[in-house]
């Protein structure tokens, strides 16, 4: 009753009141701070997050761009060695043909010169031609391949009479045994 009674009196329950409006709105107050400051730090780290990734998109883009400028120079490089090769190609190609026809113009202007190199080249290559003949030969001679061979087929030839004879030899006694088994009997 006491509990009761102390909180009948209007002053009791008036400063009741009253610090329960200043203990929430403290609350309100701490709690509006604390979101304010959460907001306030969110807020700074969307900026540096943004910041971060303004930084790396503009270094890909550097990059990129680099990457482009140097496949384009590659490019072109390769475009202008393409070019060049092509050029000193051709002019191979001209001096080529100019020195044949060169040579085609001078042989036409010297065909005595020419005839007697022909006679020449051909000279020299009927040259080498017996000059391998007649190695071979002295090849042969130094290295005979036949009369080894021949050898060989005359002991197989004396082998084979030899064998022949033998077995003649022995169809003879062969022969003088049943006789003369036949003449006993």
């Known amino acids: ?19 329960s409006e ?10 509006t701070q604390a979101q304010q400051a959460a907001m306030l730090e969110l807020k700074q780290g969307l900026e540096d997050e943004c910041e971060r990734v303004h930084s790396l ?27 060049f090769d092509t050029y ?3 002019v191979a190609q001209l001096k ?4 044949t026809c060169q040579r085609l113009l001078y042989r036409m202007l010297h065909t005595h010169l020419a005839a007697a190199f022909d006679g020449f080249c051909e000279a020299i290559e009927q040259l080498a031609a017996h000059r391998l003949i007649v190695a071979k030969t002295i090849a042969r001679w130094q290295h005979p391949v036949l009369p080894p061979m021949f ?14 004879k033998e077995q003649a030899h022995e169809q003879a006694k062969q022969t003088l045994v049943e006789k003369a088994e036949k003449n006993m009997a």
């Not at 200043?22 to 709690?31: M, R, T, W």
């Open 88 to 90: 000193r190609d051709r």
């Open 22 to 31: 200043v203990v929430e709105s403290g609350k309100d107050l701490l709690h």
């Open 96 to 99: 080529a043909k100019r020195q």
């Open 151 to 164: 050898e060989r087929w005359a002991e197989f030839v004396d082998d084979a009479r030899f064998e022949a």
């Open 1 to 19: 009753e006491k509990a009761m009674s102390r909180w009948r009196k209007p002053m009791v329950v008036e400063a009741f009141g009253a610090w």
């Open 57 to 83: 998109a503009g270094h890909e883009t550097e990059r990129r761009i680099e990457m482009c400028k140097r496949t384009v120079n590659r490019m072109f490089h390769i475009q202008l060695a393409t070019i």
